[in-house]
C-alpha cells in the first residue's frame, strides 16, 4: 500500500481559518460618532456614522461615497431603475469631529477614575462621549 504524501489537516486548517475570520481592525469611530472625510473624492465633508464594518475596517457614513446601483425590480409593483446608495470608506481616511470645538481630532484612550475607557481629543483634552 502507497503511503499519502498530502494527509489532510483539517483540524489545523480550520483552526487557521477560524481565526483569520475572527480577526477585528481596531477603529477609533463607532456608531453615531460624527466624521470629516480626510481624503478621496468628499474630502472635507461630514457626516454621521450609519454601521461600522470591523473585518474591513470600513465605515458607512451618511452621504459620503454616494454610488448608484442598477436594480431590478423584483416584484411587479417595485420599480426598477437607478438607485444612489452611500458605499462604506475605509476609516484611515476619516476623522472624529470633537464635541467642543467642532474640529477634526485625533484620539487617545485613558482610564477614567471611575475605571472605565474614555476616548480623549489630542489637542483639548475635553473627552469624547461614545454613543451606542
Known amino acids: 500500500m502507497r503511503d499519502l504524501k498530502h494527509r489532510k489537516t483539517a483540524g489545523k486548517r480550520n483552526r487557521t481559518r477560524h481565526s483569520i475570520n475572527a480577526e477585528r481592525m481596531k477603529m477609533h469611530v463607532s456608531k453615531n460618532d460624527t466624521v ?3 481624503r478621496g473624492d468628499d474630502k472635507g465633508r461630514e457626516g454621521k456614522v450609519l454601521r461600522t464594518y470591523p473585518k474591513t475596517g470600513r465605515v458607512l457614513v451618511e452621504g459620503i461615497n454616494i454610488v448608484k446601483k442598477h436594480r431590478k425590480a423584483r416584484t411587479a409593483e417595485e420599480q426598477s431603475g437607478i438607485i444612489e446608495a452611500p458605499a462604506p470608506v475605509h476609516s484611515s481616511n476619516l476623522m472624529l469631529i470633537d ?3 467642532g474640529e477634526p481630532t485625533r484620539t487617545k484612550a485613558r482610564i ?3 475605571g472605565t475607557k474614555e476616548r480623549v481629543g489630542v489637542r483639548t483634552g475635553e473627552p469624547i462621549p461614545r454613543t451606542r
Open 36 to 38: 470629516r472625510v480626510m
Open 99 to 101: 464635541a467642543k470645538t
Open 112 to 114: 477614567d477614575t471611575d
